[in-house]
């Protein structure tokens, strides 16, 4: 049996297919099974995952026609008897993948934008439910790979190194926070589509931590990120001079740091979900019009701070249908700006 896990919606995402990439492992154990991302830190983060043979990368969107045309035809030569489309992948495109890659089984979730094409480019579906987690979507779809749910439990899984753990406790040490508790914090948020319109307001961010030191004048606060906040981390750092930003190399240092929070502050990113998966004990989320049942943190106990402009009705902003966030950028902005640092302040400082 060989076997291909498609997850080329976003690095979040990915995490979300470790329980099944677990359960098809158990189910299937001397299969081959193979994973195909397009996101750097989604391959990262499938590092070292003892349930996968390999990890091909390539962004399919970006790298056109000729060249995303030839990486699928050398998938198509390896002959896969499985492919598992994985949720969220509303975008025709990632069932055109499936197709080129030639499995002669090709497993989707069905979305709202499916057209009679959807059903000739993958052949056993399911239809989605935004009452389920992302993880139970997936996990729903064992049953048409022949398989079932064999785990007595599901989390999402990193595999980290103890290189990875020196890293952290060499930094730690260099940065005299060995033992002390600290916040993390993520200002961004995706870049596809307008997702970067969920952000909360940078000057919020700000003020909050302001707040926080002005009450908890020991506490550090580390800022997360990668090359897409270095604007925003510059503005930070201009601002808040005790501002800490650790210098990860990738999503696997930030994993392993995470792992030694005591908090952690962000809007619905990769990063969330990474806390979560490394069980941060007190996880704070600023709700986003993005925000709806399938991509809350698995497994982890959280906080969500209510967005007054939103308040629960995630789905009216943004449904698995292909389309960006529903409203004017200007909406969206105000949407973000309604969410008080006030708010955000008397959520964390009981916390920390």
Request: with cysteine.
């Amino acid at each position: 049996m060989k076997i291909l896990v498609i997850s080329l919606a976003g690095i979040g995402d990915t995490l979300f297919t470790t329980p099944l990439l677990h359960e098809l492992r158990a189910n299937f154990p001397d299969a081959t099974i193979d994973a195909l991302v397009k996101e750097a830190g989604a391959r990262d983060l499938l590092e070292n995952n003892p349930h996968l043979n390999r990890v091909f990368f390539k962004d399919l969107l970006k790298c056109g026609k000729p060249e995303g045309m030839k990486f699928l035809w050398s998938l198509r030569q390896e002959r896969y008897q499985l492919s598992i489309n994985t949720h969220p992948q509303s975008r025709i495109h990632y069932r055109l993948a499936a197709r080129l890659a030639g499995a002669t089984t090709r497993i989707s979730h069905e979305y709202e934008c499916f057209t009679p094409l959807d059903r000739w480019l993958v052949n056993r579906t399911l239809p989605q439910d935004y009452a389920r987690h992302a993880v139970e979507n997936n996990l729903a779809l064992l049953p048409l790979a022949g398989a079932k749910q064999t785990l007595a439990a599901h989390e999402l899984e990193i595999y980290l190194t103890p290189e990875e753990d020196r890293w952290v406790d060499a930094f730690l040490a260099l940065s005299r926070l060995a033992g002390k508790p600290w916040l993390g914090i993520h200002v961004g948020s995706g870049g596809t589509k307008n997702l970067a319109l969920r952000r909360w307001p940078l000057e919020n961010y700000i003020g909050l931590v302001r707040q926080l030191q002005a009450a908890n004048p020991e506490l550090p606060v580390l800022f997360f990120g990668g090359p897409v906040e270095k604007n925003d981390h510059e503005k930070i750092h201009r601002e808040l001079p005790s501002a800490i930003f650790p210098p990860t190399k990738n999503l696997r240092q930030a994993a392993a740091l995470l792992r030694r929070a005591r908090a952690f502050l962000s809007v619905d990113t990769a990063l969330m979900h990474i806390a979560a998966a490394v069980k941060v004990p007190a996880q704070v989320v600023i709700e986003t019009p993005t925000w709806n049942k399938p991509i809350e943190p698995f497994g982890n106990p959280f906080t969500l701070i209510r967005n007054p402009v939103v308040n629960g009705r995630g789905l009216d902003y943004y449904r698995y249908d292909g389309g960006d966030i529903k409203g004017t950028r200007e909406e969206l902005i105000a949407s973000m700006a309604s969410v008080t640092v006030g708010s955000v302040f008397d959520a964390l400082q009981p916390l920390i």
